[in-house]
């Protein structure tokens, strides 16, 4: 009877623990499991900050591994010009502003800013300080590497309606910080284990590379795979104004060589890049004369002609439209910067 009675006991106790799991509230499973998401994605944002503080321990910007660039900032920057290639960016600590011509996009730690053309642009750190500093990376992406995960996919043509602006802001999702996150590990392994990140590094690049194709900005990434669409002619364009900088522009030509008429170029071309050729092409040279004027010591009316002005006042105009100064105060001002920051 004791015996029995156990065992009707037991049943019971099992009926009302199977109950009690039947009926637990859809909604209440799905808060635990995005409380244990949230909680998981906090995990890798503060590894994310540790391993790059730990990895770069002054500011400035190294690469360690091929591709992938580490940044470190402990104060807020003024607007920096530089040209970007096909890049995904993420921040862990702080914040930045990047234009493009117009245009502005700023993103933190829970976005990712993806590149899919080789662009001058103006970029800002807007969050940073000693306490926490700024911390990014930015992972190089290989046309050729995106269109051999693009092949793997499964994926042969792009979206009809995907943007094809060559610059956006997403939000960074789990999977995809947890692949970033391995990425930083492989710097860690880098005396104890060097064979390692040859190996590994590949593996996480082409996860990244087929996340990114499968989310949000997938469109934009498949664009600087494929032929389909005007991307490509347009990342051709690029590559030759980069190339022919200091070299006068003929838009009929390069239109001619691409395939297209020149009103269909320009809007083409604006589209991808947010600058008409011609305000590209200034860029470039307005950037380089700075470096040469910094890195080569040269006087305003050398770095002008090297980069293609013929009229020196034409170019201290423009110079001083995109950077706010003249030429050579511009220099000077850098370089006093520069050793100020040297001697903290």
């Known amino acids: 009877m004791i015996v029995e009675n156990a065992c009707l006991i037991l049943q019971i106790l099992q009926m009302s623990d199977r109950e009690t799991r039947e009926e637990v509230p859809m909604n209440v499973m799905i808060h635990q499991q995005a409380e244990r998401e949230a909680e998981l994605m906090q995990a890798n944002h503060e590894e994310l900050v540790e391993r790059i503080g730990r990895a770069l321990r002054e500011d400035g910007t190294v690469q360690l591994l091929q591709g992938l660039h580490l940044s470190r900032c402990s104060l807020p920057l003024k607007p920096v010009h530089s040209v970007l290639e096909p890049s995904v960016c993420v921040i862990a600590q702080g914040s930045k ?52 995960v693009l092949v793997e996919a499964g994926h042969s043509s792009p979206p009809g309606h ?24 492989l710097l860690d392994r880098l005396l104890d284990s060097p064979a390692e990140a040859p190996v590994l590094l590949p593996l996480i690049t082409r996860e990244i590379i087929y996340r990114l194709l ?13 032929q389909g669409g005007y991307t490509p002619y347009i990342a051709r364009a690029v590559g030759r104004l980069r190339q022919d900088f200091d070299q006068p522009l003929h838009i009929e030509e390069l239109a001619r060589e691409l395939g297209m008429s020149v009103s269909g170029f320009h809007h083409h071309f604006k ?42 006042s034409h170019f201290n105009r423009e110079y001083k439209n995109l950077f706010g100064v003249p030429p050579m105060r511009d220099v000077q001002r850098l370089r006093e910067a520069a050793l100020e920051s040297a001697g903290r």
């Open 97 to 148: 502003e990047v234009l493009l011509g117009d245009s502005r996009y700023r993103y933190d730690p829970s976005q990712y800013l993806l590149a899919t053309v080789e662009l001058p642009r103006v970029s800002q750190v807007l969050e940073a300080s000693k306490e926490r500093p700024y911390l990014s990376l930015r992972l190089e992406l290989a046309p050729t590497l995106v269109s051999s």
């Open 162 to 185: 995907a943007d094809v602006r060559a610059i956006a802001v997403s939000p960074l999702d789990g999977n995809l910080l947890d692949a970033f996150v391995r990425l930083v590990r």
């Open 214 to 226: 499968m989310g949000e900005q997938g469109g934009r990434l498949r664009h600087l795979a494929l």
């Open 271 to 312: 589209a991808v890049t947010a600058m008409s050729p011609l305000q590209f092409q200034k860029r470039l040279r307005l950037q380089e004369a700075r470096r040469l004027m910094l890195g080569e010591d040269l006087d305003a009316a050398s770095a002008a002609y090297r980069v293609g002005y013929h009229d020196a």
